[in-house]
């Protein structure tokens, strides 16, 4: 299936001579909700812009649904529905005043119905008379989100859903995002919080220094993460696993002096005790032994250190 976004070789360079974004390539599946974690001044909110037509790349392509984002702008532009990392609404225009004319800016003929989903999607149809001033910081949110979708995009960027937002509302708003999704919404999110990413996709990006330096399906990271790492240093040299050893399926390091064993820390057993009573009836004698385990964090922070 052909991407709904593609992404190819982006940069950036700021009038300040400021290198934000370095060859970005990234496709963006129909219906996922795709998450880009990275540290503040990565080049999130940058790359976010650049897709959505408030910023000019500096060098590379962006097509959306086939059309070319500067070419055929208006074409790409009314596919899109964003809700930007400063919110900014109109204190004192009600809730359906606010969203139907940001449906109005896309050029699409008044659609009454369409406006009343999006707001009882949002849990927002008991407001949609109040004035936007007299609402919490999560309904203001949510009309934020109400404006995005108001001219029926296919496609929602949400840059930062949840930066500064308490735990509650957080929960509150990954459960709005779910129900984008379900409605057939493909949703970008970007977020600096690891547990957000975990949390709500289906696939992430790890972009740090205006690069992506990872991207992989959720439920392959969430397995790496979920496995732990044996390694047994050996007395003697091995030249290969005994075949008894066969099932724990162990590598052997290249200089023969030790092996690695991975285990499920979810898994009921962990296969350590057998496989050690294993290793002595081969006759294979250990010299010391570690643990190694690593983390969505621990493989964030590896990432985002490296030079
Ligand atoms: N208009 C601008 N002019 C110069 N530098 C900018 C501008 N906007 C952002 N930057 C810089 O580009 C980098 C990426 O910023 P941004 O895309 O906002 O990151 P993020 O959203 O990941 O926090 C930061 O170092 C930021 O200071
Ligand atoms: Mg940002």
Not at 125 to 146: C, E, F, P, Q, Y
Not at 168 to 192: C, D, F, N, P, Y
Not at 262 to 272: A, C, E, L, S
Request: net charge negative; glycine share 8%.
């Amino acid at each position: 299936m052909s991407p709904i976004i593609s992404v190819s070789n982006l940069s950036k360079t700021y009038g300040s001579g400021f290198k934000a974004l370095k060859g970005i390539n990234l496709d963006i599946v129909k219906g996922e909700i795709f998450a880009l974690l990275g540290p503040n001044g990565a080049g999130k909110t940058t790359l976010i812009s650049i897709i959505c037509g408030i910023a000019n790349p500096s060098e590379g392509r962006v097509s959306i649904g086939g059309h070319d984002i500067i070419a055929d702008y208006r074409a790409a532009r009314s596919m899109i529905g964003l809700v930007p990392q400063e919110l900014h609404t109109d204190a004192f225009e009600t809730v359906w005043a606010t969203v139907s004319f940001s449906r109005g800016l896309f050029g699409k003929p008044k659609n009454p119905d369409h406006i009343e989903k999006v707001l009882k999607d949002l849990s927002l149809w008991d407001k949609k008379d109040n004035k936007i001033i007299t609402l919490s910081g999560g309904m203001k949110r949510r009309v934020m989100i109400a404006k995005a979708l108001s001219h029926e995009p296919q496609i929602l960027f949400l840059d930062e859903p949840t930066a500064g937002v308490d735990v509650e509302l957080r929960k509150g708003m990954w459960e709005v995002v779910r129900t984008l999704q379900a409605s057939g919404v493909t949703i970008i999110l970007t977020t600096h919080y690891i547990e957000e990413a975990e949390e709500m996709a289906d696939r992430i990006g790890v972009i740090n220094k205006g690069e992506i330096i990872l991207i992989e399906d959720k439920a392959t990271l969430m397995q790496k993460l979920g496995k732990k790492e044996l390694t047994l240093q050996l007395q003697n040299k091995l030249d290969a696993i005994p075949a008894a050893l066969a099932a724990y399926n162990l590598e052997l390091s290249d200089d023969g002096h030790a092996v690695t064993y991975d285990y499920d820390t979810k898994g009921d057993r962990t296969g350590i005790t057998s496989l050690l009573n294993d290793l002595r009836n081969a006759g294979v004698r250990i010299s010391d032994l570690d643990t190694r385990q690593s983390s969505l964090e621990d493989i964030f922070v590896s990432l985002v250190r490296a030079p």
